[in-house]
């Protein structure tokens, strides 16, 4: 049996990944291996300001169905191909088994045979995953959004209680409460994909020293720090004599946080163009 905290913890690495999408499409147009700003900054950087711009709304296309005629990352391509595929295989699954059958209505008494028909209202209800076929993308052209919201209702058993209508009528739940295999199942395919997506954003949780760039306010050796479900911050270990107009960490270092990285990134070049010059 789980427990409501392994639940939890599976929906929040869910929304991990609904939140790291959009940095992870920026990643797959982004070349690799650019010295400096470190990916993780510059992926961050980019999403805030793409966030800011409003932009993000064009990334809810699936992958699959978007052409990537020259993709800039094929590591992260491949990881965010394969989170995608896992979510929505994960979807059908879940829907096959715990979703209702579209309800079915008389359409025609009149003389025989009775003619039946699809409930149109049932089977458009929004709330649906609908299954893919040779010529119709079904749920899958919502793109990941979609789905990890769906597989994240279903984990935490949203709309699982018969549906009272206006009229008094009852409807039966639209989806079942999840058997304990597939509870299993979404908990580990949850986990799965936001280890993928941190990983390959460099988002895990690590230390990395930045190289060669020492601090300009004080010249002590600088470290981005990365962890999953935080923004990266970078510290110096000049400690409180370090001038920079930041505050300290509760280890004494100055810290630069998400508004304060663009500053930081901004002094380290001009440092680089003053020695250069
Ligand atoms: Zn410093």
Do not use: K
Request: charged share 25%; glycine share 6%.
């Amino acid at each position: 049996m789980y427990q409501p905290a392994d639940i939890h913890r599976a929906a929040d690495q869910l929304r991990t990944v609904r939140t790291e999408w959009a940095a992870l499409l920026i990643a797959v147009e982004t070349p690799p291996a650019a010295a400096w700003p470190p990916a993780q900054l510059s992926t961050h950087l980019a999403q805030q300001q793409a966030a800011e711009a409003d932009l993000l709304v064009a990334d809810r296309a699936p992958l699959t169905l978007r052409q990537h005629p020259a993709p800039a990352n094929l590591t992260a391509l491949d990881a965010a191909v394969r989170v995608e595929g896992l979510l929505f295989d994960l979807a059908d699954t879940l829907a096959a088994a715990a979703q209702r059958p579209i309800g079915r209505r008389l359409v025609s008494s009149v003389g025989r045979p009775e003619v039946w028909a699809d409930d149109e209202a049932d089977a458009a209800d929004p709330r649906r995953w609908r299954f893919r076929s040779p010529t119709d993308p079904g749920s899958r052209r919502h793109g990941l959004h979609f789905a990890a919201l769906w597989v994240e209702g279903r984990l935490l058993d949203e709309d699982t209680e018969p549906e009272r209508h206006l009229d008094g009528s009852e409807a039966p739940a639209l989806f079942a409460r999840l058997p304990e295999h597939l509870r299993h199942e979404t908990i580990r395919v949850a986990r799965q994909c936001e280890r993928l997506v941190l990983r390959v954003l460099e988002l895990d949780e690590r230390e990395t020293p930045v190289e060669g760039r020492p601090c300009p306010w004080c010249g002590g050796a600088l470290t981005l720090h990365t962890a999953a479900d935080q923004a990266p911050r970078v510290t110096c270990d000049g400690g409180s004599g370090c001038s920079a107009a930041v505050p300290l960490d509760n280890r004494g270092r100055r810290v630069w946080g998400a508004v304060d990285l663009l500053t930081l990134i901004e002094a380290l070049n001009e440092a680089v163009a003053v020695r250069a010059a």
